[in-house]
């Protein structure tokens, strides 16, 4: 079966992607939205408010207002309602976060000419906010893209009958309290950098899973990991780094794992012509304009690499065309 081309026009507006993404990447770090709130302003009065550029602010403002993320009335501009609980950092349904995670990522994307020719990425490019905030953002993006499918994809994922979680890089929380929320009395020790665990000791107090969650800090590349559990989380870090510096970390979750406990791997998973899916084949790409040495694996890498650690019967418990798909595997 022949493969659809694109045509001429179609392959120009595909280069167009990027503009509207600018556009609204730039309301965001500017915190434009959350500025707004309620409110209606003026471009002189937001020019203040921002501390920014008359003749610059109006020619955002209004094609922030084009592309329908704001109300022009007159001279005024306001966030709409429908959409404000997802602009404004105060709204519990807010995707600021990962617009600014996603706004680091592009900076890095526009240079893939020279990556690829280099074969390492260029000079990190911290945001118009800092280096601080776009380290929170990545650790907020990754509650705003799990959040949504945790709960569905733990039920999928059918955990085993666990006592004691460790969530691996857990972020803020978000998949172990998914995962106590599936399976009661158990309880969970998250592991992540200081200011991830910051963040999930914020997310944790507001829960009712507090009273069941220790948190440690720690850097997996580094550290041992907590013993005691008898299943381990791992999602979204094999794409990060390469095949032997998974084997590793596998084999420090082997290591701190009881007899007879399990291992699953929530990430990417690549065909292996490594063109399907299409999702997967782009990650690869964020991975090598982001990273030293990651990328997409295919299940028998993944499996074998789990192998190498010591864990036993890996098996494809849930496949996903994007970053849910789910690999599972036991200690002896």
């Known amino acids: 079966m022949s493969q659809e081309h694109l045509d001429r026009g179609q392959i120009l507006d595909m280069m167009n992607g990027y503009m509207a993404s600018c556009v609204l990447g730039a309301a965001s770090e500017l915190d434009l939205f959350s500025v707004l709130g309620e409110e209606s302003m003026s471009a ?15 020619i955002l403002l209004d094609a922030v207002a084009a592309l329908g993320l704001l109300d022009k009335q007159d001279d005024l501009y306001s966030v709409p309602s429908q959409i404000r609980p997802f602009l404004t950092d105060a709204g519990p349904e807010s995707v600021l976060p990962m617009i600014r995670h996603r706004m680091n990522i592009l900076r890095h994307w526009a240079q893939l000419a020279w990556v690829a020719k280099a074969g390492i990425p260029c000079p990190r490019q911290v945001s118009i906010r800092g280096s601080a905030a776009d380290r929170a953002a990545f650790i907020g993006a990754m509650h705003t893209v799990s959040a949504p499918v945790a709960d569905d994809l733990v039920a999928e994922t059918g955990p085993p009958p666990f006592s004691h979680l460790l969530d691996v890089g857990g972020a803020s929380g978000t998949w172990t309290l998914a995962f106590l929320g599936a399976v009661t009395d158990s309880k969970a020790t998250v592991f992540d950098l200081p200011d991830a665990i910051e963040q999930a000791r914020a997310r944790f107090a507001a829960s009712r899973f507090a009273d069941r ?33 998974s084997r590793e970390l596998f084999a420090k979750v082997e290591a701190a794992l009881e007899p007879g406990g399990w291992i699953a791997v929530r990430d990417v998973l690549m065909e292996p012509s490594r063109i399907r899916p299409l999702d997967g084949a782009m990650f690869a790409v964020n991975m090598l304009v982001n990273t030293t040495s990651g990328g997409t694996f295919t299940f028998e890498e993944i499996a074998e690499d789990l192998q190498a650690a010591g864990f036993v019967a890996p098996e494809l418990r849930v496949k996903s065309q994007w970053m849910n798909s789910v690999i599972m595997a036991r200690k002896p």
């Not at 002189?44 to 109006?58: E, I, P, V, Y």
């Open 44 to 58: 002189d009065q937001l020019t203040g408010r921002l501390s920014a550029d008359l003749r610059a602010m109006r």
């Open 213 to 245: 969650v220790t948190l440690a800090s720690g850097d997996f590349y580094v550290d041992d990991l907590p013993r005691g559990a008898d299943f381990a989380w791992i999602s979204a870090i094999v794409h990060q780094h390469s095949r032997e510096d």
